[in-house]
């Protein structure tokens, strides 16, 4: 199946995570060749008015500063995917309950697997923590 198909239902278990209050983070890694751009972790915000998520790039570079960007979840979709295939070929979900990897192959076809759960409880993100 093609990897953007296999990302919207990678992304439904996200969204599903969230809902069920035990998303604890979100990271890209495994990126293709060497660029400045090492990992891009995603860390929630639970609050009573709207779910959001702190998105912090982090560089390979001393000289480039990571960023930190607060965002729906709706628009960290849209922006991770952006990344994939370009940037990164793996994202990993680190939930309360288990632990989801979306992988892209060679050929381009995305696959899911699920683990045991790395996380016991969630740590929400606080914007600029270093």
Partial sequence: MPYQDVFVLFWKQVIESVKEGQFAKLTMAKTIGKPNLRNIFVRPIY???????????????????????????????????SHLKTSFLSVLLFTTTKDVTFKINKKGAGSITENSPTFSNVIQANINEK
Avoid: G, P
């Fill in 47 to 81: 609050s009573e008015e709207r779910f959001k998520v702190v998105v912090k790039l982090r560089y390979r570079s001393k000289e480039t500063e990571d960023t930190e960007e607060e965002m729906t979840l709706e628009k960290a979709f849209d922006f991770l995917k």
